[in-house]
Nanobody, 123 residues
Framework: QVQLQESGPGLVKPSQTLSLTCTVSGGSITTSYYAWSWIRQPPGKGLEWMGEIAYDGSTYYSPSLKSRTSISRDTSKNQFCLQLRYVTPGDEAVYYC???????????????WGQGTQVTVCS
């Protein structure tokens, strides 16, 4: 039932900040006990979890991206956002937002995904 849709620029210049928004319908981002994640897939590579914001507003980030990544939310709009600073060509990827359910403290099932949005880094 829940639907997610990514939106934002498809092209960003190196050293700039990438900003993406995930709009959620069919469910509230404040509902216990879901977490809302950003996941990306560079060309020819596997999926990479970037970070998440939980139903209570708590945020968690991949150690490799923590220094450049911020995730926030607007509960009135039922949206959550990604900011990735100091973008490089290595950040070119398809970016997905997804809803996760925690199975254990180290395992999460992502059952609902957005369609993904292609982000190209080009000067």
């Amino acid at each position: 039932q829940v639907q997610l849709q990514e939106s934002g620029p498809g092209l960003v210049k190196p050293s700039q900040t990438l900003s993406l928004t995930c709009t959620v319908s069919g469910g509230s981002i404040t509902t216990s006990y879901y977490a809302w994640s950003w996941i990306r897939q560079p060309p020819g590579k596997g999926l990479e979890w970037m970070g998440e914001i939980a139903y209570d507003g708590s945020t968690y980030y991949s150690p490799s991206l923590k220094s450049r990544t911020s995730i926030s939310r607007d509960t009135s709009k039922n949206q959550f956002c990604l900011q990735l600073r100091y973008v490089t060509p290595g950040d070119e990827a398809v970016y997905y937002c997804a809803r996760g359910v925690t199975i254990t403290t180290v395992r999460t099932y992502f059952g609902s995904w957005g369609q993904g949005t292609q982000v190209t880094v080009c000067s």
